[in-house]
């Protein structure tokens, strides 16, 4: 009866000897797993870091031609203003030649 029970023992101990063999083997390749996929995302994390700071760095360059171009529309603008002033200054020196002119003959 005792041998009995020993060989019965022992047949659940390659059992239980089995099934932890096979938890630490699925264990290891849940750890493995857990290994890759941490590397993946670094690998897309820092990715997607340097496609964020080349679009920010495109944000300043357009901004900056925003500026750019905005500064020369207002200088075309002063430039413009101060032609017609100096146009209008121009034509009344004009009708004040012709005026003396006039008045002369």
Partial sequence: KLA????????????IQAAENGLLAA??????SIKQIDIQFKKKSEKMHVELQSLQQEKINKERKFKSIQLDLNNMK???????????VAEKDKEARQESKRAHQ
């Fill in 4 to 15: 009995e029970l020993d060989r019965e023992n022992e047949k659940y101990e390659r059992k």
């Fill in 27 to 32: 264990q290891q390749e849940m750890q493995d």
């Fill in 78 to 88: 002063a430039e413009q203003a101060r032609l017609t002033e100096a146009i209008a």
